[in-house]
T-cell receptor, first 115, second 115 residues
Framework: AQTVTQSQPEMSVQEAETVTLSCTYD???????LFWYKQPPSRQMILVIR??????QNATENRFSVNFQKAAKSFSLKISDSQLGDTAMYFC????????????FGAGTILRVKS | DTEVTQTPKHLVMGMTNKKSLKCEQH?????MYWYKQKAKKPPELMFV???????INESVPSRFSPECPNSSLLNLHLHALQPEDSALYLC??????????????FGDGTRLSIL
């Protein structure tokens, strides 16, 4: 079974600075997908970024980028120029194809952006 | 605005009541999901519907009964719930189930409290 580990329960960062959230996972699969979702206090789960395991290039979405290390089974999220609106719970998630798009979530990291 | 609409946003019910949660999407997605989320925890998958058929039931108690009347609608019928069922119930949809890297889009959730 796949597992996803987020080792940082809480983090804080000053506005405009850069922060990195860690995620590791365990799988014997070679083909899979990884996601970062954010859940602000408004409670909607919002997709931040996704990565296909077969792609070596790290995904980027504006201020958000990932460091995907397949051999190390690591998938960290870097947020540049942090904004107050980035304050949220961040979940790392793993998805294996051919199984109903089932997402396996990590425990989450609460990120607080301070002004 | 979210593209997955859940109603009601809040629901308080007694253990003997029968109520239903509703989820609607108009993105043409053919897979829909129910999740249960406790405070400060990741979402836990309950059910997956693919092309209006139940494809995954994560051993959910029978007091939760899902229904997919058409490709845009997903209901969760509740009966004889227990206090531990109090949680945020999230609905999600994606383009298809199975082999796909299409991310799930989540609704705002229904906050359920059992008295």
């Amino acid at each position: 079974a796949q597992t996803v580990t987020q080792s940082q329960p809480e983090m804080s960062v000053q506005e405009a600075e850069t922060v990195t959230l860690s995620c590791t996972y365990d799988t014997s699969e070679n083909n899979y997908y990884l996601f970062w979702y954010k859940q602000p206090p408004s409670r909607q789960m919002i997709l931040v970024i996704r990565q296909e395991a077969y792609k070596q290039q790290n995904a980027t979405e504006n201020r958000f980028s990932v460091n995907f290390q397949k051999a190390a089974k690591s998938f960290s999220l870097k947020i540049s120029d942090s904004q107050l609106g980035d304050t949220a719970m961040y979940f790392c998630a793993f998805m294996k194809p051919w199984y109903g798009n089932k997402l396996v979530f990590g425990a989450g990291t609460i990120l607080r952006v301070k002004s | 605005d979210t593209e997955v609409t859940q109603t009601p946003k809040h629901l308080v019910m007694g253990m003997t009541n029968k109520k239903s949660l509703k989820c609607e999407q108009h993105m043409g997605h053919r897979a829909m999901y129910w999740y249960k989320q406790k405070a400060k925890k990741p979402p836990e998958l309950m059910f997956v519907y693919s092309y209006e058929k139940l494809s995954i039931n994560e051993s959910v108690p029978s007091r939760f009964s899902p229904e997919c009347p058409n490709s845009s609608l997903l209901n969760l019928h509740l009966h004889a719930l227990q206090p531990e069922d109090s949680a945020l119930y999230l609905c999600a949809s994606s383009q298809e189930s199975g082999f796909s890297n299409q991310p799930q889009h989540f609704g705002d959730g229904t906050r359920l409290s059992i008295l």
